[in-house]
């Protein structure tokens, strides 16, 4: 079985470019990232842990925690963190699991079962499904799963409007229509009356009898 939306993600302990961690532990009370590489050196992985690092600002504003995970050992890690930096610009301050045994890959069924148990021999291509984003609550549920192919670099733009959309519909009864962007009219849901939409939201639009749009709810 595949992991869904609103499955508890698997914890796990695991090393890090930062020491070992405790997965659940490490998530505490906030929210958190976790995008997957099939190997460290590999160009597209290159330029996007440089892009989630000039981005480690915005995800910290809104209580997300990042992390990645390449199928190397952490050692190599460090090798890698310098040609990013050289490529990009940019430091990457955020911890980079190892995962040479495989563990994590199959536990997220990125990999298979009998995909072996030691990274080493393996190609990229061996590990082309360990490209995966996994958008994790603070209740530990997984809140998105995006999976991207080897040559399309991940838009981590849209993840942050995505996380906006998750955060902000677990507070209120709305939800967010094609495209919306952070301060656009959102959807009020269909679980919420016409008078307690006007108790919570005040003016609504009705579009059609199931679709209302009402400006954004403040956080």
């Not at 952070?182 to 006007?198: K, L, Y």
Request: aromatic share 8%.
């Amino acid at each position: 079985m595949s992991l869904r939306i609103n499955d508890t993600a698997p914890d796990f302990t695991a090393e890090t470019t930062q020491g070992t961690i405790n997965f659940h532990e490490w998530i505490g009370d906030d929210w958190a990232v976790l995008f997957s590489h099939p190997k460290n050196f590999t160009p597209v992985c290159t330029t996007e842990l440089g892009t989630m690092a000039g981005l480690e600002g915005e995800f910290k504003k809104r209580n997300v925690k990042i992390i990645g995970i390449s199928v190397d050992p952490v050692e190599s890690h460090g090798k890698w963190q310098d040609d990013i930096k050289k490529a990009t610009g940019q430091s990457v301050n955020y911890p980079l699991i190892g995962d040479k045994d495989l563990k994590v890959a199959k536990l997220y069924e990125m990999l298979p079962a009998g995909a072996g148990e030691t990274s080493e021999g393996r190609t990229p291509a061996d590990n082309a499904t360990v490209r995966s984003v996994y958008v994790i609550g603070p209740d530990k549920k997984i809140k998105l799963v995006l999976t991207y192919p080897m040559t399309t670099g991940r838009n981590f733009d849209e993840i942050l409007r995505a996380i906006d959309s998750i955060q902000l519909t677990a507070k209120h009864q709305v939800a967010t229509p094609a495209n919306w962007k952070q301060g656009e009219d959102v959807i009020i849901t269909a679980a919420v009356s016409n008078e307690d939409a006007v108790k919570r939201f005040g003016a609504f639009e009705t579009i059609l009898p199931y679709l209302r749009k009402t400006k954004q709810p403040s956080a």
